[in-house]
């Protein structure tokens, strides 16, 4: 079985910074992309950042040169760090990764952590 488990998650004040943690647990042989997506109230699951087994990331708009996501392969985490969080930012926000397990080679299967509640508000 494979898991992901976020944390990091909480209350912050506009202008603010938060760091989003997710460790991947279990039979993993090996991680090919791993991002961050969110959802807002009443809004679909959209993705925030993405960063794949070497390091290349990208972003989309709304988070350019406020988020950075970065990832240690060591202990199978990925991480978004989240600077001058606006109102806006308030999300539910979820990782995901492509994980190849170890009892099954050569397919990658996509999960997700349980979600982490960011809640931006003065």
């Known amino acids: 079985q494979v898991q992901l488990v976020e944390s990091g998650g909480g209350l912050v004040h506009p202008g603010g910074s938060l760091t989003l943690s997710c460790a991947a647990s279990?039979?993993?042989?090996?991680?090919?992309?791993m991002g961050w997506y969110r959802q807002a109230p009443g809004k679909q699951r959209v993705l925030v950042a993405a960063?794949?087994?070497?390091?290349?990331?990208s972003y989309v708009d709304s988070g350019k040169g406020r988020f950075t996501i970065s990832r240690d392969n060591a202990k199978n985490t990925v991480y978004l760090q989240m600077n001058s969080l606006q109102p806006e930012d308030t999300a539910v926000y979820y990782c995901?990764?492509?994980?190849?397990?170890?009892?099954?080679?050569?397919?990658?299967?996509?999960?997700w952590g349980q979600g982490s509640q960011v809640t931006v508000s003065s």
């Open positions: 995901n990764a492509a994980i190849q397990s170890s009892r099954v080679r050569g397919i990658f299967t996509e999960y």
């Open positions: 279990g039979s993993i042989f090996s991680i090919n992309v």
């Open positions: 960063i794949n087994s070497g390091g290349s990331t």
